[in-house]
């Protein structure tokens, strides 16, 4: 595997989650809900994405669900 690191910007808004979803290089993702809703804003269709690991917070089952869809069920596993 290979360990892609997206650093912040120096403005005044964080955007290496765009990055993220933008370059579609990354198949593991660990983030927080409130990221991972940030995220399917972006939508993750077509996303590499395969793994999610989310802490941190209370997920919610109709995030989950709204990912997982996104990602048409391909999503090896939510580890709150």
């Not at 995220?39 to 209370?58: A, H, M, T, Y």
Request: glycine fraction near 6%.
């Amino acid at each position: 595997g290979v360990l892609e690191i997206y650093p912040e910007p120096d403005g005044p808004v964080d955007t290496a989650l765009m990055d993220v979803a933008q370059t579609n290089r990354v198949d593991f993702i660990k983030l927080t809900p409130s990221h991972l809703s940030l995220l399917r804003r972006f939508g993750l269709e077509d996303s590499k994405v395969r793994r999610i690991v989310v802490g941190g917070e209370s997920l919610r089952t109709d995030l989950a669900a709204a990912i997982s869809s996104q990602l048409r069920n391909r999503v090896a596993r939510f580890i709150e």
